[in-house]
């Protein structure tokens, strides 16, 4: 929103017992991505717009996550977990510094857009003190109630202090909130804790804020971008609704999917033009898929620069490190890592390619192997332009095969092979003639052949 300051407050104190992990709960992943990050991704960004996380006592993998995402982003520590208002007052520094508008979101709350950040901003613009992300929910039990009058919020309930009447309104809370920054402070500050769990609620913010004579409202919204996650069950239902969501954006980006429910996509996964996927491939996060490049079905693809009208699969595998130049083809059984392949270059059966270098236009052969690792060191295998190597190669790294070199079918290369050469490494063929005739003769005399 032009001209509006705004800070956003992501609250992520919880400790996530019910996922039964050692991992916090806000770094569990959604679409390859911490759904910490999908909050922070989600919220206003760029000049005007400052972030602050609150992160549990201990809890500096939170905090780093936070400021991994955006390094510009503040941490805050909630020592005690006394409530919503109480975690959203452990940034009260932030808050002090002064925005238009304070924006409180949850960190377990991936699927929420910044679209919906936008429209719960848009009251404060004319003059509301408080607007709320409101959801119809199907089974609102365990919510807070949003009590509505003349189009006005009046009151936010939570469960546990809820009237018979009030537990039947499935107009919930979906704990998102926009507060006016000339009043928030005072608002939240005056927020008790007389309730039935004692605890500091965010949510009388709105009784305050009416008290105040100033005005609160409900802004709607669809339950699948406001769910929470609190089990591995919730986990997985948000992962199908976030895939289903980047499954659309790329066909609608123009990507053919040929059955889109069997890819899984990472949020950051990026796409050129006439990108085709085929059936069962999975992306894992940092990869980036140029224009007409085809995946072709069960390959699975991870941190992956993949060039223009490159051929992958089926059934590839690439790893963390690879970047595929124009026209590179990886075919059935290719597993790459740590490789670079300039434009042109054919690994297309049954290879290794690990901490390796690739000319253009070199053809790598069925079953060649980059020998990298003598379990102590990783080494490099550098193969110049043009070069091809025949099938069955163990090529041994550290080496160096030079432009335009031949590697002989079954060779095993310890040493460097200058540009040009031919480099075998096998023994003599030794043919004995008629030997298969006296085999067969000896045995049939006595046994007939299994
Ligand atoms: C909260 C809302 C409820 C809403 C629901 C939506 C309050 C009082 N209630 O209830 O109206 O319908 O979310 O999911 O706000 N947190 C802290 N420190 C605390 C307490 C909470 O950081 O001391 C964080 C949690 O990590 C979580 C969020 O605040 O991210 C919400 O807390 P939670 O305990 O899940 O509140 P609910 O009971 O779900
Ligand atoms: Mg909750």
Redesign the pocket.
């Given at each position: 929103m032009t001209g509006r300051t705004s800070l956003t407050i992501v609250?992520?104190?919880?400790?996530?017992t019910r996922m039964r992990s050692s991992l916090p709960?806000?770094l569990h992943q959604v679409a390859n991505q911490s759904l910490l990050a999908h909050v922070v991704m989600a919220a206003p960004q760029g000049a005007g717009s400052a972030l602050a996380v609150?992160?549990?006592p201990d809890r500096e993998d939170v905090a780093a996550e936070a400021t991994r995402i955006r390094a510009d982003a503040t941490t805050f520590v909630?020592n005690?977990?006394?409530?919503?208002?109480?975690?959203v007052l452990?940034a009260k520094d932030a808050i002090a510094r002064g925005a238009d508008d304070l924006l409180i979101a949850?960190?377990?709350?991936p699927l929420i857009s910044s679209e919906t950040f936008e429209r719960l901003r848009a009251p404060l613009k004319d003059g509301a003190a408080l607007a709320v992300l409101g959801f119809r929910a199907k089974a609102p039990g365990?919510?807070?109630?949003l009590l509505v009058a003349d189009g006005q919020l009046v009151a936010?309930r939570?469960?546990a202090d809820a009237s018979e009447a009030e537990r039947r309104i499935d107009l919930?809370?979906?704990?998102v909130m926009a507060f006016a920054g000339t009043t928030a402070l005072e608002v939240i500050e005056k927020i008790g804790n007389a309730n039935s769990k004692g605890?500091?609620?965010?949510?009388?913010a709105v009784e305050i804020v009416r008290s105040m004579s100033l005005k609160a409202i409900v802004i709607e919204t669809d339950e699948d971008e406001?769910r929470?996650i609190?089990t591995k069950t919730q986990l997985a239902e948000a992962e199908a609704i976030m895939q289903t969501r980047l499954r659309r954006a790329a066909l609608d980006a123009g990507v053919t999917l040929v059955a889109p429910e069997t890819v899984h996509l990472s949020a950051d996964t990026t796409f050129g033009k006439d990108v085709t996927i085929e059936q069962y491939v999975v992306i894992g996060s940092g990869v980036s898929i140029a224009d007409g490049a085809v995946i072709h079905a069960f390959s699975h693809i991870v941190q992956a620069e993949i060039g223009k009208a490159v051929s992958v699969g089926p059934y590839a595998r690439l790893r963390p490190g690879t970047s595929l130049g124009e026209g590179a083809r990886i075919g059935n059984f290719v597993e790459t890592k740590a490789a670079k392949l300039a434009a042109g270059v054919k690994v297309n059966h049954l290879t290794y390619i690990g901490d390796s270098e690739i000319g253009a236009g070199a053809n790598i052969g069925a079953g060649t192997i980059t020998c990298n690792y003598d379990g102590f060191n990783k080494s490099k295998t550098i193969i110049g332009a043009g070069a091809f190597v025949g099938s069955n190669s163990s090529l041994v790294a550290p080496v160096k095969i030079g432009s335009g070199a031949y590697i002989g079918s079954g060779s095993v290369i310890t040493r460097d092979v200058p540009d040009d050469a031919l480099a075998v490494e096998r023994n003599e063929v030794s043919t004995r003639e008629g030997w298969g005739r006296r085999f067969r003769d000896k045995y049939t005399g006595s046994k007939k052949p299994k």
């Open positions: 609250l992520a104190a919880g400790e996530g709960k806000v609150v992160v549990g909630q005690e977990r006394l409530g919503t208002a109480h975690a452990a949850f960190g377990d709350t365990g919510y807070g109630r936010i939570e469960e919930c809370n979906a704990g605890e500091y609620y965010l949510t009388d406001v929470g609190n």
